[in-house]
């Protein structure tokens, strides 16, 4: 248990750190795509997920869990999540089991439609795209048989019309299997990096517009990177209270997190596995602002060799809305995945 009382210590460390240099700069930070969960799974979970991601995915909730895909598999996972504004976040991400060690990429990429520029005098009849690009490429390896660390860096581009800024970006994570009936821990820090600023300058109106003088070309100012830390503790029913479910599980987390530019927030997650066929999950964020309750499904199958696997995740995002109001079932924040196995 030499293990878990470190875990422990340094999570309480770093949360406490984190909480008390944190609560200040809500809303400050740049490169914000960073701050959307992106497995299915654990978006259906309440993205309580960080001790229990074990697959491809784990290039997003913690690196460490890469190293429990089988040894000479390889994982490929594609997905979608629907967003206000009818924007759409598309992602990709391949990872294998090299015997000594786990690697992963990924490529995340997200882009607006078209939109009106509309300046102080009015409309403009032009029109620009904003988008942000992430590159990651991942590593995990296992000290000991249940102990394992992972990390991921990253390359992250945002355009914005004319402008735009690029930064070099890392994860840190580790995943502790206790042996106390199953118990794993996890501790993920995300989105370690330099503060970033747009390239270029812009026409700051400010004083034009209080005391008629010219409009000044000014330079960006520069924000820091989301950075957070989370720190997760999950089981299964069957190891945590000695049930025979007969083919049937299940797992549940409890995850506590603390942001750089938001609240610190709690959240739950359960799934429920029958025969590793069909799962049922849920979730839900406390202190998560719109965010509420969280639903999904998975489904896997294998033929031969090749495995599939199917997931869904509804987030609740309060008063959601696209760009022409059409509140109809598919404009809602559905998220979907598909994983290959070989």
């Not at 031969?304 to 309060?318: E, I, M, V």
Request: aromatic residues 12%.
């Amino acid at each position: 248990m030499k293990y878990a009382k470190l875990l422990l210590s340094l999570g309480v460390i770093t949360l406490s750190a984190s909480m008390a240099f944190g609560a200040d700069k809500i809303g400050q930070s740049s490169f914000q795509t960073q701050k959307i969960s992106k497995g299915v799974r654990g978006t259906a979970m309440g993205d309580a997920y960080v001790a229990l991601a074990t697959d491809v995915s784990s290039v997003y909730w913690n690196p460490a869990g890469l190293v429990k895909i089988p040894r000479g598999q390889g994982q490929l996972l594609i997905s979608r999540i629907n967003m206000p504004a009818d924007i759409s976040y598309h992602t990709i991400a391949y990872g294998r089991n090299l015997g000594f060690g786990s690697i992963g990429v990924n490529v995340d990429f997200l882009k607006t439609d078209e939109m009106e520029i509309i300046t102080v005098d009015g409309k403009t009849g032009e029109t620009f795209t904003a988008s942000e690009m992430t590159i990651g490429i991942s590593f995990a390896q296992a000290i000991i048989d249940n102990f394992s660390y992972g990390f991921t860096f990253k390359y992250l581009r945002n355009d914005f019309a004319d402008e735009d800024q690029s930064a070099f970006s890392a994860d840190l994570g580790v995943r502790y299997r206790t042996d106390f009936r199953g118990l794993t821990l996890g501790i993920a820090v995300k989105n370690i990096g330099p503060d970033t600023r747009f390239d270029g300058t812009y026409t700051d109106q400010t004083k034009a517009q209080a005391g008629g003088q010219p409009a000044e070309n000014t330079e960006y100012g520069e924000a820091p990177q989301p950075s957070t830390f989370q720190f997760a503790l999950a089981a299964t029913a069957s190891e945590m209270f000695g049930m025979n479910l007969e083919g049937q599980d299940i797992a549940f987390s409890v995850q506590l997190e603390s942001p750089s530019d938001r609240p610190e927030r709690v959240a739950f997650g359960a799934e429920y596995n029958f025969q590793e066929l069909l799962f049922l999950r849920g979730g839900f964020k406390f202190n998560a602002g719109e965010e509420g309750f969280t639903l999904g499904l998975g489904v896997n199958h294998q033929v031969g060799k090749l495995g599939y696997a199917f997931d869904y995740a509804y987030l609740q995002f309060g008063d959601f809305h696209t760009a022409d109001n059409n509140d109809g079932l598919l404009s809602q924040p559905h998220r979907f995945s598909l994983k290959l196995a070989f």
